[in-house]
């Protein structure tokens, strides 16, 4: 079994930073690309960041300057630092992650069960 989970997240005035954590665990061979998600009141779950196991990364234009996404491949965690956050940051944030089982032949992609961030103004 894999599980993702996810911690980090609370409330912050604007102007402030967050770092959110997700710790990949279980009977893990291989840990492929690592997302985080988000997703606020009313609105579809979007791609905020993504890295690959060689740590290229890619973010929406939104976040772009503001948050780094990062990976402890030792570790199986990967971290969204969040800087100069704004009110409409706030959303539910989801760990993703492409994960090959030990005995697995493909990898398989998880999500973790979210983290709130909330940002006030």
């Known amino acids: 079994q894999v599980q993702l989970v996810e911690s980090g997240g609370g409330l912050v005035q604007a102007g402030g930073s967050l770092r959110l954590s997700c710790l990949v665990f279980?009977?893990?061979?291989?840990?492929?690309?690592m997302d985080w998600y988000r997703q606020a009141p009313g609105k579809q779950r979007e791609l905020v960041a993504d890295i690959t196991s060689g740590g290229r990364t890619n973010y929406i234009d939104s976040v772009k300057g503001r948050f780094t996404i990062s990976r402890d491949n030792a570790k199986n965690t990967v971290y969204l630092q969040m800087n100069s956050l704004k009110p409409e940051d706030t959303a539910v944030y989801y760990c993703n992650a492409d994960v090959l089982r030990l005995g697995a032949t493909q990898f398989l992609n998880y999500w973790g069960q979210g983290t709130q961030v909330t940002v006030s103004s």
């Open positions: 279980g009977s893990i061979l291989s840990i492929d690309a």
